[in-house]
Each structure stands twice: as structure tokens, then as C-alpha cells.
């Protein structure tokens, strides 16, 4: 239950959107590629189907690095 009426006395702090969102993407767009390296080597890869496809791709997903 929520009282609407009560008055809120402290505020312990306050987040600053960012000043340039281009950069802030950019920099958190790094950070989630240094973290999180691709499990799939690119390139173009041919296969006869679909299933065999998924197959390789949960295999290279899988294996440790």
C-alpha cells in the first residue's frame, strides 16, 4: 500500500543523463564487446541445411575459449 499524501524528505542522489549520447552509446557498446567476446568466428559459411547449421553454430556457441 502506497500513501500519496506522505511527502518525500530525502533525495540521496540524483543521475545525469549524459551530455553526448553518441559517445555514451559508443563507450557502453565497447564495454559490452570486451566482456562479452563473440562465441562465432566471422566469416561466411556454407552449409547443405538448416539443421546442420544449428548444430554447428550450438557447438561453436559451447565450446570454451
Known sequence: MVNLDEKIGKVV???KP???M???GLD???T???LC???VLR???KFRT???ADQWLIAQMTKRR
Do not use: K
Open 13 to 15: 542522489g540524483r543521475r
Open 18 to 20: 549524459p551530455r553526448d
Open 22 to 24: 553518441v559517445a555514451y
Open 28 to 30: 557502453l557498446q565497447t
Open 32 to 34: 559490452v564487446a570486451e
Open 37 to 39: 567476446p563473440p562465441s
Open 43 to 45: 566469416g561466411v559459411y
Open 50 to 52: 538448416h539443421e546442420e
